[in-house]
């Protein structure tokens, strides 16, 4: 999968995603990431990316003319046309859901907004979908298309070795993960639970997925109601929290 990040700070992408996980997919060319730097499709010889908005108030706003340069030069190599999601606070919300649509994806261009925002015809001529990756404002849109990244890279296949998917293509099911425990047994006198010292795998499978249950219903109850529990999870979250009353 390949993505483009259009961004006043490209440097800040590989110092991010160039390590771990993510470096280690790009090596391999599982992922391409390219930060490509708007202003250098300024047209000024200043290299001016952004003005004063129209109808005066504060602040200053990205320009169209080197957006959508930047954004025609990766096109104008291409047989196709990739989507181009604009990170703003007034997109659609990231979630699980959106991340695994997006995955499907074989081209994926990120617009990285600053300032005030961006000339809404670069909205209206280029950008197919607003995405926010949360309820609250940041100085630019780079966070977010790196969280985007990485949330999306995890998916394809390839980029988690198999030890570090299985957690992920067996357990996320919209439930939060259950307790995990490592060595020493015993920590400032609390003890590791009783049934994952017992080798027992049915008990600890069972164990684990209650624990998932009563997490989510106590932590995160609205992602509880979005799921439709089977009868067996119905009886294993019953009895998790009968036990705790
Ligand atoms: N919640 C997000 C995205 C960008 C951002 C910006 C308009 C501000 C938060 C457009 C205003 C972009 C988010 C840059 N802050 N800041 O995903």
Avoid at 88 to 117: D, F, T
Wanted: with cysteine; charged share 30%.
């Amino acid at each position: 999968m390949r993505f483009d990040v259009l961004t006043l700070f490209p440097e800040l992408f590989d110092a991010v995603l160039g390590e771990s996980i993510i470096g280690r997919a790009r090596e391999n060319n599982i992922i391409e990431i390219n930060a490509i730097n708007i202003r250098d499709f300024s047209d000024n010889k200043h290299r001016k990316v952004d003005d004063y908005p129209y109808g005066g108030g504060g602040g200053m706003v990205m320009m169209a003319q080197p957006v959508c340069d930047a954004f025609d030069s990766i096109v104008k190599n291409l047989s196709y046309k990739p989507k181009l999601i604009y990170l703003s606070p007034q997109g659609r919300v990231l979630n699980q859901e959106i991340v695994k649509e997006l995955s499907k994806e074989k081209h994926l261009v990120l617009l990285c907004g600053h300032y005030e925002g961006i000339d809404e015809r670069i909205i209206e001529e280029i950008v197919d979908e607003e995405i926010s990756i949360g309820d609250y404002v940041l100085t630019g849109g780079e966070l977010p298309a790196m969280v985007l990244i990485d949330a999306v890279s995890r998916l394809i296949p390839g980029v988690l070795s198999g030890e570090e998917s299985y957690s992920q293509e067996s357990h996320y099911d919209g439930l939060l993960e259950y307790p995990q425990y490592t060595r020493p047994y015993e920590y400032k006198g609390k003890k590791v639970p009783d049934v994952l010292m017992s080798g027992h795998h049915a008990n600890i499978t069972r164990w684990r997925r209650q624990q998932s249950l009563k997490r989510t219903y106590l932590k995160r109850p609205d992602l509880l109601e979005k799921l439709d529990l089977g009868k067996e999870d119905k009886e294993l979250l019953r009895e998790a929290l009968e036990r705790s009353e």
